[in-house]
């Protein structure tokens, strides 16, 4: 089957590869010569780079070159049992090519977005056959990221989402279903791990170093908070947490913060200027953690019981199962476990207790816990019926 990519740049490109490696040929469409050249060139010197590490043979290498081809034609798509877009985070822009696509294309062809925080249903919305539109989320870098979330919208026929699911599996990829929702599962979920990491430091609890060490050494996070919002970039991961924000009416629990937005204005947008919340240049020393346990593991438990949070309250409001739901966080942003086998681990009374005590130190909705943990907790304690989560 042929598949179809709109947009070259760092998702598209990384798309065409995992694509292109599954045996399918790939067109690659742009606007932008220089795109589509970029990409060709990053693809060779990954293949390159594939078969001087024995991972790849040189045919194969080859192969999966010559099975990217670009283009900026539209009619390049009309064989294509599948495109998908990634263009620029704009709805308006992507409508326009979703039309453009569908003149072309023939009327089985599943058309996906790859989309982080646009709904599917507006965007399905533009298709004259909106059935055949799905979204499907990949993580960056593509092709080193196990995770797609696929997101049926509101129109999606169950046929599309079927036929979606089971290519995408054949490229060997973890899929997850979600509902059409702000953030999808990942992006939702993580909100606490850089937001409630900012809250501590803003209050004096810690600093940056010894909150990252935390995470990281008593945590199992592969990455602190600091250093991943550095490595992503703080225009990125700022953008991503004010568009949850907006996207749930302004919900408080997904409030920026003014620490993340003033490095943005700074340009301290991480290691890709230099410079972030830590120093990047040549010869600067990264700060030493106050290595202090108590202190460590106090922060992490207020960190991880309001990833618990957003977890429990994802799964009580069918975002997706529970299976999935721990998939897409081990998966997708490479946490060392499920949240909700976490919850089971450390006793749901536990972290219920602890969200009570934050929100009655606070009394900011910030901290409210999700209903499904006090069911839960009052059905382990006092065999209350049992919550529909529980089977
Ligand atoms: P990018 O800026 O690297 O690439 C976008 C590409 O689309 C550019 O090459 C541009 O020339 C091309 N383009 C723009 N308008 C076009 C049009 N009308 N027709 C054809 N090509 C057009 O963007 P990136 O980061 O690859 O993001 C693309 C999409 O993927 C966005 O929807 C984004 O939300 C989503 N996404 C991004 C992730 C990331 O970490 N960067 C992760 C997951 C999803």
Redesign the pocket.
């Known amino acids: 089957m042929e598949i179809g990519i709109?947009?070259?740049?760092?998702?598209?490109s990384g798309i065409a590869q995992v694509v292109a490696q599954a045996g399918h040929t790939v067109w690659l469409?742009?606007?932008?010569d220089a795109?589509l050249e970029k990409a060709q060139a990053k693809l060779k010197k990954i293949m390159a780079r594939l078969v001087e590490k024995g991972r790849l043979n040189q045919a194969d290498a080859d192969g999966v070159v010559a099975r990217v081809k670009t283009s900026t034609d539209y009619a390049s798509f009309k064989d294509c049992g599948m495109v998908i877009e990634?263009?620029?985070?704009n709805l308006d822009?992507k409508k326009k090519?979703f039309q453009s696509l569908e003149a072309v294309v023939s009327k089985d062809c599943i058309l996906a977005s790859?989309?982080?925080?646009l709904s599917i249903a507006s965007i399905a919305a533009s298709c004259e056959v909106a059935e055949r539109v799905i979204g499907i989320?990949?993580?960056?870098p593509a092709p080193l990221m196990p995770l797609v979330e696929i997101i049926p919208a509101v129109q999606t026929a169950d046929a599309t989402l079927k036929q979606a699911r089971d290519l995408i599996d054949a490229w060997k990829k973890v899929t997850v279903v979600a509902k059409d929702t702000p953030g999808f599962i990942v992006n939702r979920v993580a909100r606490p791990f850089y937001g409630e990491a900012i809250r501590i430091y803003e209050e004096g609890i810690a600093d940056m170093a010894t909150i990252d060490w935390a995470l990281k050494e008593l945590g199992g996070f592969r990455m602190g908070p600091f250093e991943l919002m550095d490595y992503i970039g703080n225009d990125v991961n700022y953008t991503v947490t004010e568009t949850v924000w907006t996207a749930f009416y302004y919900d408080s629990r997904y409030k920026p913060s003014f620490t993340q937005k003033r490095m943005m204005e700074a340009g301290y947008l991480g290691r890709k200027t230099g410079k972030g919340y830590y120093d990047y240049s040549e010869g600067a020393s990264l700060p030493e953690p106050d290595q202090n346990e108590v202190v460590g593991e106090a922060i992490l438990w207020r960190v991880l019981i309001m990833l618990i949070n957003e977890a429990a309250d994802a799964l009580h409001l069918g975002i997706a199962t529970k299976e999935d739901i721990d998939l897409a966080m081990t998966k997708g942003v490479n946490y060392p476990k499920g949240l909700l086998k976490w919850a089971d681990e450390k006793g749901i009374q536990n972290v219920l207790d602890g969200l009570d005590k934050l929100y009655m130190a606070y009394h900011e909705e910030r901290y409210r816990a999700s209903v499904l943990l006090r069911q839960m907790a009052a059905y382990q304690r006092d065999f209350y019926p049992a919550p529909k989560e529980v089977k």
């Open positions: 709109i947009g070259a740049g760092t998702m598209g469409f742009d606007t932008q795109a990634a263009i620029v985070e822009v090519v790859n989309t982080s925080s989320h990949f993580f960056n």
